[in-house]
């Protein structure tokens, strides 16, 4: 899916709303690659994993995370397989339904506007209905498998 960074909706709200719900959505740090990379493979899977944890070598580190207190509850990555490509993202299934996947998927979409892009790309889309209501995402025409038709990720260890 294509999104245009240029005309991304307000998300100082929602953030502030989460906050009062004891919610905060920050940008991963270093210190945090060990907690969060299992987190993934934990949540998510091996192959988000790999995904996440190449987030942790960009400047600035492209990778959100929603806590609630000193737990994890949600994530979202972005410039992890490809430059400009959002993903992947996943929050916990008993916290959704309050915003955080919107606030993350938001929040991520900022910092490629911020890092110099005009649009982001949404790779191997799953929830494409959010997407479009969230922030006004396009489906790219014949873009399945796109980039992942090389993908290892039925492949086991």
Known sequence: ML?????????SKLIDRLRKDGIEIRRAMSPDK?????????????SAAGECDTCFSNRPISCFIATKGNQIIGYACYN????NFFGPTKVLDEE???GIGKALLIRSMEALRDEGFAYAI???VGPAAFYEK????????????????????????
Not at 135 to 140: G, N, T
């Open 122 to 124: 949404i790779g191997g």
């Open 96 to 98: 959704q339904g309050k």
């Open 80 to 83: 992890a397989t490809c430059i």
């Open 34 to 46: 060990f907690r969060i990379v299992p987190w993934v493979q934990e949540h998510s899977s091996l």
């Open 3 to 11: 999104v245009k960074l240029y005309t991304l909706p307000d998300n």
């Open 134 to 157: 969230s922030v006004s995402a396009v489906l790219i025409p014949d873009s399945t498998p796109g980039i992942y038709k090389d993908f290892l990720g039925g492949m086991k260890l």
